[in-house]
């Protein structure tokens, strides 16, 4: 499981409240990625983090903030949560290769939260 | 950017038959490309991937091919057992994008025993 945890594992909240979700490595990645899998959409990329206090947006970033103070955690915060945020979200980074060709690192996977919004 | 494209959604094959999944992808400048398994209530695990140097990958019970002409890639799983029941996603990269995957969206698949 390349050493990710994440927390809560599952939560339900109502719209309007701030949620934060935790992906805590342990193993010194550099890059970290959140992602939301919904049905007939797959894996979507919200946020990444190619080190502490580097990120960028991903392709469905809007509603989403990330924050990463530390190697070791990847915080992905919804300020007001709405409906359409019900999602699993998984945390992944990425393992690199010797030689570092950064295209062809492969991404390993967290267990996921299954966040609800009522 | 990329866009990646996974048939079939669903996918049932009796016990001991092979299971093909094809995907197909829209950026030339991709050149890697991953699979992953998904079982119920966890997340993807890579069970083979391919760099565009290679054209087949093969390891034990899976494989993977890869047409760079035609941009599609496919996984192959002979004899399958009942616990390749699961849910299966490609994902494509490239040095234009980055840090960045893009995924298809999936093919559930049915091993009836």
């Known amino acids: 499981d390349a050493g990710i945890t994440q927390s809560p594992r599952h939560k339900v909240t109502e719209t309007g409240t701030p949620v934060t979700l935790r992906c805590h490595q342990t193993?010194?990645?550099?890059?970290m990625y959140w992602y939301r899998q919904d049905p007939g959409h797959g894996l979507r990329l919200i946020h990444y983090?190619?080190?502490?206090?580097?990120?960028d947006k991903g392709e469905v970033s809007d509603g989403y903030s990330v924050s990463r103070s530390k190697t070791e955690d990847f915080l992905l915060t919804l300020e007001s949560a709405t409906s359409s945020q019900t999602s699993v979200y998984f945390c992944?980074?990425?393992?690199?290769?010797?030689?570092?060709?950064?295209?062809?690192?492969?991404?390993?996977f967290g267990p996921g939260t299954r966040l609800t919004v009522l | 950017g990329e866009n990646v494209e996974q048939h079939p959604s669903t996918l049932s094959v009796q016990e001991g038959d092979s299971a093909v999944i094809k995907c197909t992808y829209s950026?030339?400048?991709?050149?890697?490309f991953p699979w992953y398994k998904q079982e119920l209530g966890k997340g993807p695990q890579l069970i083979i991937d391919?760099?565009?140097?290679?054209g087949e990958k093969k390891d034990q019970r899976i494989a993977v091919t890869l047409n760079k002409t035609a941009k599609h890639f496919s996984l192959h799983i002979t004899e399958t057992q009942p616990e390749d029941s699961a849910v299966y996603f490609c994902?494509?990269?490239?040095?234009?994008?980055?840090?960045?995957?893009?995924f298809g969206t999936g093919t559930s698949l049915t091993v009836i025993p």
């Open positions: 193993e010194n990645h550099r890059y």
């Open positions: 992944a980074i990425r393992a690199g290769l010797a030689g570092g060709q950064a295209s062809t690192d492969t991404q390993y």
């Open positions: 994902a494509a990269s490239s040095r234009n994008t980055g840090n960045q995957f893009y």
């Open positions: 950026d030339s400048a991709s050149n890697y």
């Open positions: 391919i760099r565009s140097n290679v």
């Open positions: 983090s190619y080190g502490v206090k580097d990120t």
